[in-house]
Nanobody, 115 residues
Framework: QVQLVESGGGLVQSGDSVKLSCLIS????????VSWYRQPPGKQRELVAS???????IYPDSVKGRFTISRDNAKNTVYLQMNSLKPEDTAVYFC?????????WGQGTQVTVSS
């Protein structure tokens, strides 16, 4: 069993930065591929960043250069640093991993970017 708990969201202004946290329990974060997804209002969930067990990071073009995923093994936490935020970044942000053939999602954290 793996549990993911996100935190760090809130209401910010365009151009601001926010750092989200995903606290992982049940497995070591550095043994997992952990991803951040977001779901804007009325839209489908989309991938925004992934980090492999080896530390390789992956980003879609829509956030490359603005978002950074990282991991603190001592805290068993994966972070998403989001810079130069835009109103279109408004969404519920989720972290996700898979283990033992099962997919685990956190409950999500809301990020709202005002213009």
């Amino acid at each position: 069993q793996v549990q993911l708990v996100e935190s760090g969201g809130g209401l910010v202004q365009s151009g601001d930065s926010v750092k989200l946290s995903c606290l992982i329990s049940g497995r070591s974060a550095n043994s997992l591929i952990v991803s951040w997804y977001r779901q804007p209002p009325g839209k489908q969930r989309e991938l925004v960043a992934s980090i492999t067990s080896g530390g390789t990071t992956i980003y879609p073009d829509s956030v490359k250069g603005r978002f950074t995923i990282s991991r603190d093994n001592a805290k068993n936490t994966v972070y998403l640093q989001m810079n130069s935020l835009k109103p279109e970044d408004t969404a519920v942000y989720f972290c996700k991993t898979t283990w033992g053939g099962l997919v685990y999602w956190g409950q999500g954290t809301q990020v709202t970017v005002s213009s």
